[in-house]
Nanobody, 122 residues
């Protein structure tokens, strides 16, 4: 079982910045990480993709965060980061890390972190 450990959430004023981190558990063999990404879920709303980064480095962003959020990764540390700038109150949500992996050459896996709260005050 791959565990994803998130950190970096918190309370910030509108216009401020936060950086989220998500690390895949050490000590477990992962053959390949196909992609890692961040999703968010606000109260009463469905979980939505915020940003993702694929094995080859291709990134994908929700329209609502383009130009404000940047997703990066450290492959050696099996960690993905989300730099969030110019935060808005509507960015308030629980942010979840996701990893799509191959545990070995033929066993896929998809895992979620426990979530980290981001609150942006106006």
């Amino acid at each position: 079982q791959v565990q994803l450990v998130e950190s970096g959430g918190g309370l910030v004023q509108a216009g401020g910045s936060l950086r989220l981190s998500c690390a895949a558990s050490r000590g477990i063999v992962i053959f390949k990480i196909n992609s890692m990404g961040w999703y968010r879920q606000a109260p009463g709303k469905q979980r939505e993709l915020v940003a993702s980064i694929a094995l080859g480095g291709t990134t994908n962003y929700a329209d609502s965060v383009k130009g404000r959020f940047t997703i990066t990764r450290d492959t050696g540390k099996r960690t993905v980061y989300l730099q969030m700038n110019s935060l808005k109150p509507e960015d308030t949500a629980v942010y979840y890390c996701n990893a799509d992996v191959l545990l070995d050459s033929y066993t896929p896996g998809n895992y979620w972190g426990q979530g980290t709260q981001v609150t942006v005050s106006s």
